[in-house]
């Protein structure tokens, strides 16, 4: 426990998100990966990431994901499941499934793999290739149906926005023909390619409604049998999630170049984040002045500072507070509370009163006018 004015000692991570590398085959418009990700090219070897497992799990580390971009990219990413396996983690693939076959999934079982997370951008061929930016969707059912095959718990993580919020009732159906143990109904949330889409990916607080309606009629009908997280849009609430738990809290994030950091969008802050290439994960994490710089309340503005919430949304996004107003110190705009919340007010009017907007893709190629919906 924590009080105001004192700085927290951390406890140990508890979850390691190893983000194996940014290549992706899919150009989503809303992908979380850095703006500038294609700057980013010495990723760390086998032997690098060998030994970042082994420092995080003797810290207490449990929990691991392989991300990416797409982690089935990476040749060696059996021998990490197998040596993470052997250090006792419990291990989730957190996949778009293109490229997720037979051979593959088999090798991934036999090295120990517990947990696969598939993604899918649309529950139709039409708009989810249209999104993906190329031919997947068929790809994605053969991967789940493999998933189901072998054994694999899955989740199914179906991407909402204002393109997609219409199918979330499909999504479900889709979500029960294949099987899924879980669902999670993600929402954008506008800090990367999302946010230079927003405009067009905005969902309308009437479509959130309704889908929110739908998803905890679902919860209820499923119960027991299928678990279904909804995830809020952020723009639409008067209220902060507390972030990754809050800042260097819980979560660890190892990009593709070894740089660490409290969250896997913390990369765009004027920080310098401390890469496990120059530092052991002990002192990165318990030492370093970018894990420290948001911990505690010290660092907190009014009305943060004042707020009897602060212990349980931390201020917020610092992502957020920086891509909106410059200054990754704010109160998180999406707060009722925050001086910078008609920042919020004015986005949500604008994307509500835009008009057909292109798209921006990560492939330039990719960008073309939005999907007209009647022909879904």
Same mark, same amino acid.
């Given at each position: 426990?924590?009080?105001?004015?004192?700085?927290?000692?951390?406890?140990?991570? #508890?979850?390691?998100?190893?983000?194996?590398?940014?290549? %992706?085959?899919?150009?989503?418009?809303?992908?979380?990966?850095?703006?500038?990700? *294609?700057?980013?090219?010495?990723?760390?070897?086998?032997?690098? /990431?060998?030994?970042?497992?082994?420092?995080? #799990?003797?810290?207490?580390?449990?929990?691991?994901?392989?991300?990416?971009?797409?982690?089935?990219?990476?040749?060696?990413?059996?021998?990490?499941?197998?040596?993470?396996?052997?250090?006792?983690?419990?291990?989730?693939?957190?996949? *778009?499934?293109?490229?997720?076959?037979?051979?593959?999934?088999?090798?991934?079982?036999?090295?120990?793999?517990?947990?696969?997370?598939?993604?899918?951008?649309?529950?139709?061929?039409?708009?989810?290739?249209?999104?993906?930016?190329?031919?997947?969707?068929?790809?994605?059912?053969?991967?789940?149906?493999?998933?189901?095959?072998?054994?694999?718990?899955?989740?199914? %993580?179906?991407?909402?926005?204002?393109?997609?919020?219409?199918?979330?009732?499909?999504?479900?159906? +889709?979500?029960?023909?294949?099987?899924?143990?879980?669902?999670?109904?993600?929402?954008?949330?506008?800090?990367?390619?999302?946010?230079?889409?927003?405009?067009?990916?905005?969902?309308?607080?009437?479509?959130?409604?309704?889908?929110?309606?739908?998803?905890?009629?679902?919860?209820?009908?499923?119960?027991?049998?299928?678990?279904?997280?909804?995830?809020?849009?952020?723009?639409?609430?008067?209220?902060?999630?507390?972030?990754? *738990?809050? /800042?260097?809290?819980?979560?660890?994030?190892?990009?593709?170049?070894?740089?660490? +950091?409290?969250?896997?969008?913390?990369?765009?802050?004027?920080?310098?984040?401390?890469?496990?290439?120059?530092?052991?994960?002990? /002192?990165?994490?318990?030492?370093?002045?970018?894990?420290?710089?948001?911990?505690?309340?010290?660092?907190?503005?009014?009305? %943060? #500072?004042?707020?009897?919430?602060?212990?349980?949304?931390?201020?917020?996004?610092?992502?957020?507070?920086? +891509?909106?107003?410059?200054?990754?110190?704010?109160?998180?705009?999406? %707060?009722?509370?925050?001086?910078?919340?008609?920042?919020?007010? #004015?986005?949500?009017?604008?994307?509500?009163?835009?008009?057909?907007?292109? +798209?921006?893709?990560?492939?330039?190629?990719?960008?073309?006018?939005?999907?007209?919906?009647?022909?879904?």
């Amino acid at each position: 426990m924590t009080t105001a004015g004192s700085k927290p000692k951390p406890s140990p991570p #508890r979850w390691l998100l190893a983000e194996l590398t940014y290549a %992706c085959p899919l150009q989503c418009p809303y992908c979380s990966n850095p703006i500038d990700y *294609s700057r980013y090219k010495r990723e760390l070897t086998t032997a690098e /990431w060998l030994d970042v497992l082994r420092q995080a #799990r003797k810290m207490g580390a449990v929990q691991l994901g392989f991300s990416g971009g797409e982690p089935l990219l990476r040749q060696d990413l059996e021998q990490l499941i197998a040596e993470s396996r052997k250090l006792g983690y419990y291990t989730n693939l957190i996949t *778009s499934g293109v490229g997720l076959h037979q051979e593959r999934i088999r090798a991934f079982k036999e090295a120990g793999l517990d947990h696969i997370q598939l993604s899918f951008q649309a529950p139709f061929k039409e708009l989810n290739d249209y999104l993906a930016g190329t031919e997947c969707f068929e790809q994605k059912l053969e991967a789940a149906r493999l998933i189901k095959r072998h054994g694999f718990p899955m989740v199914l %993580c179906f991407v909402r926005h204002r393109l997609t919020e219409p199918y979330v009732e499909d999504f479900l159906k +889709l979500a029960i023909e294949l099987e899924a143990d879980y669902v999670e109904l993600a929402m954008v949330q506008n800090l990367a390619w999302d946010l230079v889409n927003r405009k067009v990916l905005l969902p309308t607080k009437e479509q959130l409604a309704r889908s929110e309606a739908i998803a905890k009629a679902y919860q209820e009908k499923l119960k027991g049998r299928m678990k279904i997280y909804y995830v809020v849009q952020d723009y639409y609430e008067s209220r902060p999630k507390a972030c990754m *738990s809050g /800042w260097g809290n819980i979560f660890l994030t190892i990009a593709p170049d070894g740089t660490a +950091l409290p969250c896997h969008a913390a990369k765009i802050l004027p920080i310098e984040f401390p890469t496990v290439r120059d530092h052991s994960v002990r /002192w990165i994490w318990e030492e370093s002045p970018a894990f420290n710089r948001f911990r505690g309340f010290d660092w907190m503005p009014e009305p %943060c #500072r004042s707020c009897d919430e602060k212990e349980k949304d931390f201020g917020g996004c610092r992502c957020q507070a920086y +891509l909106l107003t410059g200054d990754m110190t704010a109160t998180d705009p999406v %707060c009722a509370k925050s001086p910078h919340h008609d920042l919020i007010e #004015r986005a949500t009017l604008e994307a509500q009163s835009a008009g057909e907007q292109p +798209l921006i893709f990560r492939n330039p190629k990719n960008a073309r006018r939005v999907l007209d919906r009647s022909s879904s």
